[in-house]
């Protein structure tokens, strides 16, 4: 199974941005659907963004008009833009294809003034 290490995030004020990215330990150029997640203490993990084949994409709830979700096959790398933040996007960031595979580390993401 493919294994995903996500990096970046951090810490920004209400409006800032950040980007998140992960790299998988093989190939994704097979995998047609990746996507980005995030949990929060005590929540479920929730789907944020995925991104089919090169390039169309979805996204859900608060996250349209803000994220951009995208991958560079040639460097197995997901990469997820996130701007306008806000508090509720404090989370975890996970990426993963669909179907799972294994579960990263996460990216840590801190939303506060």
């Known amino acids: 199974q493919i294994q995903f290490v996500e990096s970046g995030g951090g810490s920004v004020q209400p409006g800032g941005s950040l980007n998140v990215s992960c790299t998988a330990s093989g190939s994704i150029t097979t995998l047609y659907t990746l996507g980005w997640y995030r949990q929060t203490p005590g929540r479920q993990r929730e789907l944020v963004a995925l991104?089919?084949?090169?390039?169309?994409?979805s996204y859900e709830g608060s996250a349209k008009g803000r994220f951009t979700i995208s991958r560079d096959n040639t460097k197995n790398t997901l990469f997820l833009q996130m701007n306008e933040l806000t508090p509720e996007d404090t989370a975890v960031y996970y990426c993963n294809s669909v179907p799972y595979s294994l579960w990263g580390q996460g990216a840590h993401v801190t939303v506060s003034s």
């Open positions: 991104i089919y084949g090169e390039s169309q994409t």
